[in-house]
């Protein structure tokens, strides 16, 4: 059809005047419909709609047979009304539980009162205020706020701000093996995973180092002039809760300075308390250049994430009128509900201690694993981490695994390769009704990342959980996983 011709016609007086046909509402679901999905639909709808391969490793944990009809506190509640204590935490979310009363009470209270949402047009109460808020959680002088949606969105703001920082002469950013940054276009140059770097086009001013490993950044830095930023995790999460000591963080610092690199620290899943400290890189009395937080930040009730930059960084990147919009905050970026919930949850991290509460019970919790270590020595390798960010690394079973069990591992079991960790998880959910979560590139850990209200008796019930799966023994534990995945 030519719309040329189209919009040149005038249309005749009855063409005009006759009625607009009626849009018709397409088969939408109702609020109410949603939240009444069975099992069999929603498994319907995933696979329809959303990650038909995905719901092959729900099958594999038996996560795929639970509906959560409610979360409060350290508890998902299932269909049948089973509480389900949440050890995943949502890979770092939930710092605060489910459904924290205070935050639910400032979001009904905004609601009510008809407060404003977006702010593009005018400067928004909520967003500097939380600004404010997060510059003062902050040391040094960082102070420069961005607020985004997502951990990713923080990240790319910060390899943007640093780049510009640091200049055209500097275009290169140093990052770790297996680091986890997003998976967004940027970041996804600087997260070290082939699965999740696929056949993407990266970009190629990027240089690779290993965690931890202080020779190679600063053979690097010296032999490479024009690295000008380097991106760290200061927990790797995704690695298996992988930590580097004080002295290289110190000397990392001292390196920065140096050779004029900046340092932007990965807080998206380690930061807001989860070590026992606001920031993890405060263990060690260094403050890097950006910081990026994300996850617990939207209280577990929202989207909420944000770069941090030091004032010198932001302004020689972003500092005049000229400047100031290269990388504005998007649409949503500092979104009223979400940051006043955002608000609201730092106040709540501090009024009820969560952070020295996270350092204590952090520590119980890793006495407790270490316990069970010298008791099942052949299953456990390591217990290692910090605050409510804790890894438990089990032996490599694929080559111990006995002989008889291997080849129906092989065949059932081809994404999981013979874990215990999978094997281990879809047996606490399933008998003890206990939720834990995995990492990224290492296999063989179980990452365990409760909320910050966990208490001593939360994680008493774990360890009897734990402990009465591992007590079944390597052989019970896969047979009985390989039963499980047959019937
Ligand atoms: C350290 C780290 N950085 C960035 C991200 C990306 O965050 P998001 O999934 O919110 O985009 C994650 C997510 O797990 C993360 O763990």
């Not at 065949?411 to 939720?435: A, Q, T, Y």
Request: a negative charge; proline letters at 4%; charged letters at 25%.
């Amino acid at each position: 059809m030519n719309t040329a011709v189209r919009l040149n016609e005038q249309p005749t007086l009855d063409a005009a005047k006759a009625p607009r046909a009626k849009t018709e509402k397409p088969n939408l679901l109702s609020v109410d419909q949603a939240k009444a999905l069975d099992l069999p639909q929603m498994t319907d709808l995933f696979t329809q709609h959303l990650n038909p391969g995905q719901l092959h490793f729900m099958k594999l944990l038996g996560f795929h047979k639970i509906k959560v009809e409610r979360a409060e506190g350290m508890y998902y509640y299932d269909q049948n009304g089973r509480k389900i204590l949440d050890f995943f935490g949502g890979f770092g979310s939930l710092a605060f539980g489910h459904n924290h009363p205070r935050i639910i009470e400032a979001r009904k209270t905004f609601q009510d009162e008809k407060r404003h949402e977006i702010a593009i047009a005018f400067m928004s109460q909520y967003a500097t205020a939380l600004a404010h808020n997060l510059a003062a959680c902050s040391p040094g002088d960082l102070d420069m706020v961005f607020l985004g949606s997502s951990g990713s969105e923080a990240m790319e703001a910060a390899i943007k701000v640093a780049e510009r920082a640091a200049g055209p002469q500097k275009p290169k950013v140093v990052y770790a093996e297996n680091s986890f940054h997003g998976k967004t276009k940027g970041v996804l140059s600087i997260t070290d995973g082939s699965l999740y770097r696929g056949q993407f086009k990266l970009v190629d001013n990027t240089v690779r180092v290993p965690f931890g490993d202080i020779e190679a950044i600063e053979n690097a830095f010296r032999s490479d002039p024009e690295i000008g930023v380097i991106v760290l995790e200061t927990v790797q999460g995704g690695g298996g809760i992988i930590q580097a000591d004080a002295a290289f963080w110190q000397k990392l610092r001292q390196l920065c300075d140096q050779y004029g690199v900046l340092w932007v620290a990965d807080e998206v899943q380690c930061g807001l308390g989860r070590t026992g400290k606001f920031y993890a890189f405060e263990h060690y009395d260094v403050v890097p250049d950006v910081t990026a937080l994300a996850k617990s930040l939207g209280g577990g009730k929202t989207a909420m994430a944000a770069m941090i930059a030091r004032r010198e960084v932001y302004m020689k990147a972003y500092g005049t009128p000229k400047t100031a919009m290269i990388h504005a905050m998007a649409t949503f970026g500092g979104i009223g509900e979400a940051c006043i919930t955002s608000i609201e949850a730092l106040n709540v991290l501090y009024d009820e201690g969560l952070i020295d509460r996270t350092a204590e019970v952090g520590d119980y919790l890793l006495d407790q694993l270490r316990v069970l270590q010298a008791r099942y020595p052949s299953l456990i390798k390591e217990v290692r981490g910090q605050g409510m960010m804790v890894g438990l690394e089990f032996h490599d079973f694929s080559q111990t695994m006995p002989l008889v069990l291997r080849p129906v591992i092989a065949m059932l079991d081809d994404k999981l390769k013979g874990s215990l960790p999978g094997f281990i998880g879809s047996h606490l959910l399933r008998d003890h009704g206990v939720l834990v979560a995995f990492t990224e590139y290492n296999r063989n850990v179980i990452r365990l990342e409760p909320p910050l209200i966990c208490e001593r008796e939360h994680v008493d019930q774990f360890i009897t959980a734990l402990d009465e799966v591992m007590s079944r023994g390597i052989i019970r534990i896969v047979k009985d996983f390989v039963t499980a995945q047959v019937k």
